[in-house]
């Protein structure tokens, strides 16, 4: 059974970091794109980052230059550092599986979902 386990969440100033970790499980994860999404209230789920299995990596615009995205392929991890955060990055943030996809950003293209974490960002 694939498990994508979440982790890192909690409350942050403005201007403050945090990094999310995403561990996944249950299966071989060779050659899949893993992304972050986020969901705030009211809001659709929308895209943040993902990393492919050669280690590209692209983003949503709002989120360039403070976000990165990582993986440690030999621990089936991928991470999410987010940096000089703001109030507006405040949702609960998915980790997300896919194959065989070409830079996969919309939620329809994964295939594995974590149950995710909640960040909130005070002003």
């Known amino acids: 059974q694939v498990q994508l386990v979440e982790s890192g969440g909690g409350l942050v100033q403005a201007g403050g970091s945090l990094r999310l970790s995403c561990a996944a499980s249950?299966?071989?994860?060779?050659?899949?794109?893993m992304g972050w999404f986020r969901q705030a209230p009211g809001k659709e789920r929308e895209f943040v980052a993902a990393?492919?299995?050669?280690?590209?990596?692209y983003y949503t615009d709002s989120v360039k230059g403070r976000f990165t995205i990582s993986r440690d392929k030999a621990k089936n991890t991928v991470y999410l550092q987010m940096n000089s955060l703001k109030p507006d990055d405040t949702a609960v943030y998915y980790c997300?599986?896919?194959?065989?996809?070409?830079?996969?950003?919309?939620?329809?293209?994964?295939?594995?979902w974590g149950q995710g974490t909640q960040v909130t960002v005070s002003s």
């Open positions: 990393i492919t299995w050669s280690d590209s990596t």
């Open positions: 249950g299966r071989n994860f060779y050659g899949y794109t």
């Open positions: 997300a599986a896919t194959y065989g996809r070409f830079y996969p950003k919309q939620a329809r293209e994964y295939d594995y």
